[in-house]
Every structure is written in structure tokens, then in C-alpha cells.
């Protein structure tokens, strides 16, 4: 383990200090002390109250287990109707038992919905029982959705992209630490039974060369954003599979009259390996995924069965977040998290100014 540690007598871990830079994107609930050496940053394990320790004492754990973290879902969608699900439905004895559902805020007067109640806006920042907000809006209002419940002190859940853009991505998580609140950005897609048994299929393979093309139907782009935003499950795969990418070049095809569009990212790996990412959307078009990704010991054609779901994707996730807001997620995990969801919106967007190059656009 990185840093330096001073044990009691009994042999218990009290504190920990290491490099301010390894916690570098922490909100400062992570960050429980200064430490006499310059650079350096005192975290208290064990025996703190701090959330962010790196492991609970386990008086710190009753204490835990009676804490309700009171909940509004902003959006009542498809997505927002499940969040809604599964926060009045929580896995008995999992994470998501502490998150209490408060209300939901939407746009349209749809009254209670289940044992949920509608509350205007105004009453879900303002109101101090709720401290934890998840934004099921169009991809368009994420922003402006989570900026505003991070200003009135709440933590975030948002669905993926957190922005349309790779700056306004990172202002946020900027402005997370500052309030030092949790933001959390759902990515299903790494939850999926799917990719958990693709993941496990290319673990310690040496990748050759490999293509990932999704298709699917038209999507309203001044909601949903450019391709590279909307389609960015698909280019978050290629990060946690591959590692770290550089954009080579990238095109765009489109036919406005008929609501078609193919988008076509090529990047690199670390390897100098080449990867190929194809956003494909039109009418008639089946929702799906073909991958052809070539090691030296063989090719990977087709997505592997994956075994039935004992917990749903959404559910994982929203797990996932209530551990964060527990304090029971490590640092590391945090740190690793935070970068490939910025690295992919910087990828997002490097694509879509690429694509927006006059010879890159094709009609």
C-alpha cells in the first residue's frame, strides 16, 4: 500500500498518509486531515467517523446501517419509472435499503405515481430531508440538472453522458468537490450479464485488431446529443476492455431525409493496436451489438450467451451509489472511475469535432 501508517497498540490501522495528488478528484469527505508533510494528505481508517475511510469499524458500521439518505428522482421516464422501482424495492440488506424515496420531479402533472409523490423543483433543492437527487432527464438537461441539485448541497446520480460536452463534464465533477458531494454518472452497460462474460472472455488476451458496431433506430439528436455522446456505453466498453485510447480519425455519414446516420471512430490503443468504433442508427435498424475483436491466439465474433441476472443492471447501480454515499468504496475504485468517465467524454468529444470537419461529413 502507498503512503505511511501509524498503528495503536492494539495493531488497529488509526491513520494513513499519502500523496495529495493519489487523491487528486476525491470530494474533500475523503479527505479528513492535513498531514506535517508537504504534498501529502492524512486519511483516518478505522477508528474515524470520516465517510471516505478506506475500511469501517464496525461500531462505524451500526452506525451506518441506520442512516436513511432521503431521495428524489428527477424525470419520469422510462429510466426514471424504474429508478423509482427499484428505490421502493430495495434488495433486503443491500445499500440501496438506505436510500428513502422523498418524491419525483417532472415537468408534465402526472400526480403520485405508485407510492411515490410528484414535488415541484423548487421544494426538491430547497428541502433539507432530500440529500440525494437521481436525474432521469432527457441527455440534453443532465447538465443544467446536476449543477443545480450539486449548488443546493445534494449528491447526484445522473444517467450517462453527464454532458454534451468533455468542459462541462469536468466543471461538474470540479464543482462535486467543491460541495463535497458524491456524483455519481450511471453506467449500466458495465453491469450487463453481457459484458461481464465478454469481459471475462478477453481478460489476458493480446488484442490484434477489433471492430464494435452498434445499430439501433433514430434518435433526436438535439435531445440525445451527437452520436459519440449518446453512443458513449459502446465507447466506455472499449476503454474497460482495451484500456486507454487516441482518436486516429473519424467520419460521418448522414442522410437527413431518410434519418440516417453512421458514425465511424478508428483510435489506437496503448499498443498502437487498432480499434474500430461504429455508431449506426436509421429506421428499421434492429437494436444490437457485433463485435469482431482478433487476438493472437484467436477471434472473438459474437458476444458470449451470458447466464440469467440475479440483480438487474439499474438495480447494481444504484447499489453502487448508495456504497459511495456509505463511505464504502475505496479510493481507488473512486479514482479509476472518475478518470474513465472523463477520458471517455474527452474521447466523445475529440470524435465529434473530428466528424464535424467539412471533408469528414458526408451526406
Request: glycine share 8%; charged share 25%.
Amino acid at each position: 500500500m502507498y503512503g505511511k501508517e501509524k498503528r495503536l497498540s492494539k495493531g488497529r490501522l488509526d491513520t494513513l498518509q499519502v500523496p495529495a495528488l493519489f487523491l487528486k478528484g476525491l470530494p474533500p469527505l475523503y479527505q479528513c486531515g492535513s498531514s506535517h508533510t508537504p504534498g501529502w494528505v492524512q486519511v483516518r481508517v478505522l477508528q474515524s467517523r470520516c465517510h471516505g475511510s478506506l475500511s469501517h469499524s464496525r461500531a462505524e458500521h451500526r452506525l451506518e446501517t441506520n442512516r436513511m439518505i432521503g431521495t428524489v428522482v428527477v424525470g419520469i421516464g422510462i429510466a426514471g419509472s424504474v429508478r423509482i422501482r427499484d428505490l421502493l424495492n430495495p434488495i433486503p440488506s443491500s445499500p440501496s435499503e438506505h436510500l428513502k424515496l422523498f418524491g419525483f420531479v417532472s415537468r408534465r402533472n402526472v400526480g403520485n405515481v405508485k407510492e411515490a409523490k410528484q414535488i415541484n423543483l423548487e421544494d426538491a433543492l430547497r428541502n433539507k430531508e432530500i440529500q440525494a437527487a437521481i436525474i432521469s432527464t432527457d441527455n440534453k438537461n443532465h447538465e443544467e440538472s446536476v449543477r443545480m441539485f450539486l449548488e443546493a448541497g445534494k449528491h447526484v446520480l445522473v444517467e450517462y453522458p453527464m454532458a454534451l460536452s468533455a468542459k462541462a463534464a469536468h466543471d461538474l465533477w470540479e464543482l462535486a468537490e467543491q460541495k463535497g458531494k458524491v456524483l455519481h454518472v450511471e453506467h449500466i452497460e458495465l453491469m450487463t450479464e453481457e459484458y461481464k462474460q465478454l469481459k471475462k472472455e478477453v481478460a489476458g488476451k493480446e488484442l490484434v485488431k477489433g471492430v464494435l458496431h452498434f445499430t439501433g433506430g433514430p434518435l433526436d439528436e438535439k435531445r440525445s446529443g451527437f452520436p459519440s455522446f449518446n453512443g458513449i456505453a459502446r465507447l466506455t466498453w472499449l476503454i474497460d476492455l482495451f484500456g486507454d485510447l487516441t482518436v486516429t480519425s473519424a467520419t460521418r455519414e448522414e442522410q437527413k431525409e431518410k434519418d440516417y446516420s453512421k458514425m465511424t471512430a478508428h483510435f489506437e490503443t496503448a499498443n498502437k493496436k487498432p480499434l474500430t468504433w461504429i455508431e449506426e442508427r436509421g429506421p428499421g435498424l434492429k437494436r444490437e451489438k457485433k463485435i469482431n475483436f482478433c487476438f493472437t491466439s484467436g477471434c472473438l465474433e459474437n458476444l458470449p450467451q451470458p447466464p440469467p441476472a440475479t440483480v438487474g443492471p439499474f438495480m447494481q447501480d444504484q447499489n453502487l451509489f448508495a456504497k459511495k454515499l456509505l463511505g464504502q468504496v475505496s479510493r481507488e475504485e473512486l479514482v479509476a472511475e472518475k478518470w474513465r468517465i472523463l477520458r471517455c467524454l474527452d474521447l466523445a468529444e475529440e470524435i465529434q469535432q473530428h466528424c464535424e470537419q467539412p471533408e469528414n461529413t458526408h451526406s
